[in-house]
Every structure is written in C-alpha cells, then in structure tokens.
C-alpha cells in the first residue's frame, strides 16, 4: 500500500500519521485466545515453583492477562477466577494498577461490575451496554448456529465502525466551510471510501449499518442521521450526519482528544473541532 502523509479525508497540513492496520501490527496487539485462559487458570496449579509469594508487579500483569484472555472469550472476566488464580500465585494485585495499565498500554477502561462480580474492558468511546448496537443479540437468540463469541466479535465490529464513521463525520464536517453547519452532512462516498480504507467494509455491510435508509441499523437506532437528496437531474445522494442518540451519548472531547493521539497532531492544529468540542483554548494540550 503507498504511504500516505495525512489521514483520508482531513485536509490538516500538520497531520503524518496514520494508525497502523498491517498484519504485523495485528499479530503484536493480539489478544490472548480462550487456550491462553485456560491455561492461566488450571495450568498454574500443576507448577509447585508458583506457590511462592510473586512481585506485585508480576500478579498485576498476570491479572491484566487474565481478564483480556476472559474478556475476549466470554465479553468479561469473573471476580472468582481472578481470586482463585492469584490466591494459587500467592501474590497481591492493585486493582487500580492493573487498570491503569491497561489504560496506558492498550487504551482500554477497567470496568467492575459489583452486582455480578464481573469486570468488563471498555475502549474510551465504549457505547453503554443498554444502548450499544444490539440486533445480532436478537439474532443470535433466534439463531442456534451463532455462537456467545460470534456474538461479542460482531458487537466489537460494529462498535468499532460506529465509532470511526462518527469520528469522520466530525472531523471531516467541522474542517469544512462554516456554512456546512446548515448543511445536510457528509456525502456517502466520503464516508463509505473511509470506511473502505480503515475496516474493509463492503457494500452490503454499509448498506445494512448505514443505508440510506431508515432500516439500516444505524439510522434506526438513532447514532446517525441519513439524508437523500436529488438534484436537477433526478439523480439521488445520501449525506450523513449525527444522530440524536450520537449526540447524547459520544464524547466529543475524548473523540478530539482520540484523533489527534492517532494522527499525531495537536488540539491546537484544529481550533474550530476544539470549539465544538467544547475544549477551552487555554485547557487544548500541547503535543508532547
């Protein structure tokens, strides 16, 4: 593929990087595989070498590991297999350090859920379970051959092209001419061809996510707003924008915030993003 000096879509002068989606990338952020669980969990107590006292350090990171491998697997990790494994090691593990990493190396949010003693990872733009996309869960109910790990995996995809249609959206309609706030949003080859360049979406995956259309998944549920238009000559365009439930929900400082940590730019390089962010001029960070 030919580098690129900017990301697709944004016209920014400053920007030069661009997150990376090659194999080799892939396989260094693997995450751990339900056999690196089980491996973790029943593995440990046939090695007598671990029944000694570990460094804290050592029982944060195998209780980061732990979590991610259970997480993958099942969408979250149990408070009693995180016990039983660092009860067998003989070590004490921060929680909130255990959090912290994950948060500084992979970006992803430790979150307890105290009622059914689990713990989820959340990425920083994570939808609320009560309100994340949710039609392949109706789906998979009804559809025996659809597995609990099917289900999570194609959660995970939709989340993450929600996500990154909403973010373009964004930064492409505010870096416009002001006028476009009156405006109808984004074209639809914009987006699609975004889209296209990131994940590798087809044509019938964006049809059924994005439309045009109000049974796409996204338009019904209220995260995107589709809009068609006809010119002179009959021809029809679709245009999106944010929805109100976008609106209510997405975090535009943390998204602004997100853009600039991925494209190596500075909240200052996009002033007209930051006001309708909400970021104050004298709070943006400076590039470190």
Not at 198 to 219: M, N, Q, Y
């Amino acid at each position: 593929m030919r580098p690129r000096t900017q990301p697709l879509g944004f016209d920014n002068e400053d920007v030069s990087q661009q997150p990376s989606t090659s194999a080799a990338g892939q396989k260094r952020n693997r995450v751990p595989s339900s056999s690196d669980e089980e491996e973790m969990i029943n593995g440990n107590t046939q090695r007598p070498e671990m029944s000694q006292r570990v460094d804290p350090n050592e029982a944060n990171a195998a209780a980061a590991q732990l979590i991610m491998a259970q997480a993958s697997n099942k969408g979250f990790s149990r408070e009693a297999d995180l016990r039983k494994i660092l009860a067998e090691k003989r070590g004490h593990f921060d929680l909130k350090g255990v959090g912290e990493n994950l948060q500084k190396v992979l970006g992803l949010k430790l979150h307890h859920d105290e009622a059914n003693q689990r713990y989820y990872l959340r990425t920083k733009f994570s939808i609320p379970d009560d309100m994340r996309p949710d039609r392949d869960v109706k789906m998979a109910a009804n559809n025996p051959n659809r597995n609990a790990f099917d289900n999570v995996e194609m959660n995970n995809f939709k989340e993450g092209i929600l996500i990154s249609g909403l973010m373009f959206i964004f930064m492409v309609k505010r870096h416009m001419h002001e006028g476009i706030e009156k405006d109808k949003g984004i074209c639809a080859a914009l987006l699609k061809n975004f889209l296209c360049e990131i994940s590798d979406v087809r044509e019938d995956v964006f049809k059924s996510l994005f439309g045009p259309g109000r049974l796409a998944e996204f338009v019904n549920q209220g995260w995107i707003v589709c809009t068609v238009t006809r010119d002179a000559n009959g021809d029809e365009e679709a245009f999106y924008d944010w929805g109100k439930r976008a609106e209510a929900v997405i975090d535009k400082k943390e998204l602004l915030h997100s853009f600039c940590e991925i494209y190596g730019t500075q909240i200052t390089d996009w002033p007209r993003h930051a006001e309708k962010a909400g970021v104050e001029k004298n709070n943006a960070p400076a590039r470190m």
